[in-house]
């Protein structure tokens, strides 16, 4: 009994730290798995594990069984060595972090979204609290820090739309309103809605059209840029346009009245179109930003089910678990889907 009773009395006064560690490797070993249900929780698992030092050393050192002299001392060099981090955050995995912290609080994109900054371009794959994924228009992942983000101009498509707009030179002996008329019908031809034609600059020997239009589906906004420009080909060829510089005119062997079309082919008969969907090549460039596109609509009907929950009773109440419980299983099974890659 003598022997408890003087274990005791040495490691007593240790016993509130012990506990406190304990704690802190409870929720580092539980926390990834029970923030993963939650919408964004792996965003939720990095500011946890950010936070929790800065939380964790200070609650340490009052629990220490040292003198006050001492537990002062070390209070004012953690306050020290936390200024420090934060005076360097400018250039340190800290700037990071803070800025993940403002990219999340702005919320101006979110997973599958399209994103430009500087020379990247692509759909936003994941965001963290340190970086941001995208995945490029080569069906690669790049890894952007947040500080990046922040420290330059942004722009994010809308996913209520986006204009596409093209570009084409033509010479001063094509009249303008023939131009026009060819440019919208181009447009219109690539499914293209509220269309209109700019010019853009009157050059030595040509002028500079602009056709531009409003694209509703955001999601088909690589391949719409191509159709555009291939629906001006045809529409301006289809017109006798020559679209071709004037110096063209120079070099040529050609009879000056003969215009630089292409020859009027009969094309093959296509065959008998498949059941299947179409498949854009947005689909296949973009797989794993669309991929997070959907698990990301899916938190945000889980949600929502858990939102109707406070409201509502009975049978409607139990109706509302099942489809809560179904649709985390089915966000388990995509993220795991989608981690293989």
């Known amino acids: 009994m003598e022997t408890l009773t003087a274990l005791w009395t040495t490691l007593g006064p240790w016993a509130p730290a012990a506990i406190l560690l304990l704690l802190v490797a409870l929720v580092v070993l539980f926390s990834r798995r029970l923030l993963s249900r939650a919408t964004q929780g792996g965003f939720h698992h990095q500011v946890v594990m950010a936070g929790l030092p800065l939380l964790t050393a200070p609650a340490l050192v009052l629990l ?11 209070l004012s060099l953690i306050g020290i060595l936390f200024s420090a981090a934060i005076a360097l955050s400018s250039t340190t995995f800290v700037g990071n972090a803070m800025a993940g ?6 919320g101006n994109f979110k997973p599958g979204d399209f994103l430009a900054v500087k020379e990247e371009f692509g759909r936003v794959v994941s965001r963290g609290l340190f970086h941001t994924e995208l995945q490029t228009v080569d069906r690669d992942l790049v890894t952007l820090p947040n500080l990046f983000l922040v420290t330059n101009p942004v722009k994010v498509v809308r996913a209520s739309g986006t204009m596409i707009a093209a570009d084409v030179s033509l010479g001063y002996d094509v009249p303008r309103t023939e131009v026009e008329a060819q440019l919208l019908l181009a447009a219109e031809r690539a499914g293209l809605r509220e269309a209109f034609v700019s010019v853009v600059e009157l050059q030595d020997f040509s002028v500079l ?8 589906d955001t999601l088909k906004l690589i391949s719409t840029r191509s159709a555009l420009r291939k629906s001006m080909l045809d529409a301006l060829h289809g ?9 063209y005119q120079a070099i040529r062997t050609l009879s ?3 215009a630089v079309l292409p020859e009027q082919q009969i094309a093959p008969q296509a065959p008998a179109p498949a059941t299947e969907p179409e498949k854009t090549p947005e689909a296949v460039i973009f797989d794993k930003a669309e991929e ?5 609509r899916l938190r945000e009907l ?9 409201e509502t009773e009975g049978e409607e109440r139990e109706a509302l678990l099942a489809r809560q419980a179904q649709l985390a299983a089915l966000i388990e099974q995509r993220k795991e889907e989608s981690s293989r890659d």
Request: aromatic share 2%; net charge neutral.
């Open 209 to 216: 059209y602009r056709v531009s239009g409003l694209l509703e």
């Open 101 to 106: 912290l403002l990219l999340r609080g702005i």
């Open 302 to 310: 889980h949600d929502q089910v858990g939102a109707r929950l406070a």
């Open 64 to 74: 220490l069984p040292i003198g006050d002299a001492t537990r002062g001392q070390l």
């Open 292 to 296: 997070a596109a959907t698990i990301e």
């Open 256 to 258: 000056e009245r003969r």
């Open 239 to 247: 017109a006798g346009i020559e679209i071709l510089s004037p110096n």
